[in-house]
C-alpha cells in the first residue's frame, strides 16, 4: 500500500475517533435531557422521595447535595489552600516536602469508594458521629483535599515573583505577603479550581454512600434548628444525597415509575454539574479579561 | 557615656537583640495577625494533615482488613485463590475471592482497551491535526465529560448498554463488557487530555526533522511523535486503568452481581468494588463475612498502591 493511501486511511480514522468522542457527549447528554427533562416539574423538585409510591420527588435529596457540599466545601477549603501554600511557599526541597507531595498524590488516586470505607470505620464507628451530613462531609473533605491543594499550588505557582518580592522589600513577613498579597492576586484561578471540584463532589456517590447513608429521616423545613432530628440543618441525621438516589433506585427500587425517577434525578444531577462548570469558565474568561486589562 | 553605648560589644547587642524577640511570647506571636509563626502554624498543620489522612487511610483498613486472617483464621492464599463465595452456607461457609479480583483486572484491561484507541486518538486530533478545532471544540466536550459523575454513567449503560447487550448476546444483558464499556466510556475523556497533554509536549523540531525528509503526516504521528511521548502516553493509560479499577457504583449497575467466576465477556461478573458496595449494608460488624469484606477492601487498596507506583515510577522515568 501505497504511503499516501496509508496517510489519508489513519487520518480519517482520527478524525473518526475524535467523532466518537463528540458523539459519546452528544449522547449522554441528550439523552438524559430529552429522558430527564420531561420529568422534571415543580411537583418532582418540591416532593419528598416514596419508598414504594409512584409520583415521589427529590426534594429532601437535592437539598442534602447541596448541603454536603457547602459543608464539605467549608472544611476543605481552607485546609487546601493552606496545604497548597504550603506546598507553594513554604516546602523546602527536601524529604518531608516530597513525602508531602507523595500524600497528596495518593489522596488523589486512592478509589473514592476506599476513602467512603475509610470514613465508615473512622467517622460513623469509631468517632460515633453515625449515618449523617458530618461523616459525609468529612469523607468527601478527604476526597477532595488533593484537589484543592494542587489548585492553590498551581495559583500560586503562577504569580509573578515580584509581587513577592515588593512585599518582602516593605518589611513584611512572609506570611503577611502571602496573606495581604499573594493569596488576594491567585484568588481567582484558586476560586476557579474550587467551583470546578464543587462539580465533581456534587456528583460523588461512592464515597457517600457508606458514610452520608441511604436514608433521609422526614425533614420538615419548617424547622431550622440545627439540633432537632428532623430539621434539614442537622449534622448528625443521615442524609441521601441525588447521585445516591440515582443508584439506589436503579438497585433496590421497587416504586412503578423508578425510570422516570432515575432519569428526572441524573438530568438535574447533570444540569447542576454542567452549571458549575459553565460558572467557573464564565469566571475564568472574566478574570483573564480584567487581568490581561482588555 | 554615649561613647560607652557605641562602644558596646556584638555580644551584649545580640543578647539584647534576642531578650526582644523573647518578650514577644507564644501568646503574641500566635494572637497577633501579621505574626509569622501564626501563619506557619495553620500552614504547617494544613500539611501535616495530609501526612495524617493518608496514614491513617492505609493504617485503619490494614489493621480492618487483615481481621478475618487473624482472629477468623481465614487463610489468606485460599483467600486470594478460591472461587467459592458462599458466606452464608450454613455449613463449611466459604470465602474465595478469586472471581472479584479477576473480575476487577478483566473490568480494568477491557475499559483500557476500549477507551485506548479512541483516546489517543482523539488526542492526536486535537494536538496534531486540528490545533484550533481541539482547542475550541473538543478540549470543552472533553472537560464536560470529565465533569459527569460516574452513577450518570451507570444509568446510562443501564438504559442503553444493557439492553443492548439483551438484544444481541442474549442472557440478561448484564455482562462483564457491559460493564467495561461503560467504565471504558468513563475513563475515555481522561486518558484523551493527559495523551493531549503529552503529545503536545512533544518538540516541534522533532516534527519538522521528519517532514524535511518526506515523510507523511500519518508516519510523522506513528513513527516520531507517538515514541517521542511514548511514556506519557503510558502513564494516561495506567492512570485510566486505576480509575476504573476503583470505580464502583457504576460498574454495579451493569455488570450483573453474580459471584461464580464468568466464563465469557458475555457472563454476568462482580468484582471486588461492586461486591463491597452490595454486601457492606448487610453485615454486622464483627461478622466474618464483615471481615471478609474489609479484607476485600484491603486488597482493593493495595492494589490501589501498586497503581501509585507504576505511575510514579514512569514519571519519574520521564522526568530523568
Redesign the interface.
Known sequence: MNSKVTNRIALSLIILCAAVMAGILATLLGYILVKGVSSISWHFLTTSSSPFLAGGGIKDQLWNSFYVLIITMLLTVPIGVSGGIYLAEYAKPGRLTSFIRTCVEVLASLPSIVVGMFGMLVFVNYFGFKFSVFSGALALTVFNLPVIVRVTEDGFNSLSRHQKEGGLALGLTHWHTIKTILLPAAFPSILTGIILSAGRVFGESAALLFTAGLSTPDLDFGNWNPAAPNSPLNLFRSAETLSVHIWAVNTGGIMPDVQTIANGSAAVLVICVLLFNLFARALGKVINQKLSGR | MKIGKVAMDPATATASKSKLINEKGLFWRLTDR???S???V??????I???V??T??TL??TI?GLRSFVVDHLNFWTFITGTQWYPDRAQNPSFGAFPFIFGSMAVTFLAALIAT??????A???AE??KKWGTK??QP?????V??????????G???IVPFMRVHFGGSGFNLLAGAIVVG?MI??TV?SIAADSIRAVPDSLRQASYAIGA????T??RVVIPAAGSSLVTAIV?GM?RA?????AV??VIGNVVTLPKSIFDPSATL?TI???S??HTT?GSILNDAL?SL?FI??LI??V??VI??FLSRRRNA
Open positions: 501579621t505574626s509569622e501564626r501563619g506557619k495553620l500552614i504547617y498543620s494544613s500539611a494533615l495530609m501526612i489522612a493518608v491513617a487511610i485503619f483498613l480492618q484507541p479512541i483516546a489517543i486518538g482523539t492526536i486530533f486535537m491535526l486540528a471544540v473538543m466536550i472533553i472537560e464536560i465529560l465533569g459527569i459523575p460516574s452513577v450518570v454513567y451507570g444509568l446510562i443501564l438504559s442503553l466510556i475515555l475523556p484523551a507523511t503526516k500519518w508516519q504521528i506513528w492512570l486505576s479499577f476503583g470505580e464502583a457504583l454495579q449497575m468494588t463491597i458496595t452490595l457492606m449494608g460488624t474489609w477492601g482493593l487498596l490501589s498502591y497503581f501509585i505511575i510514579r
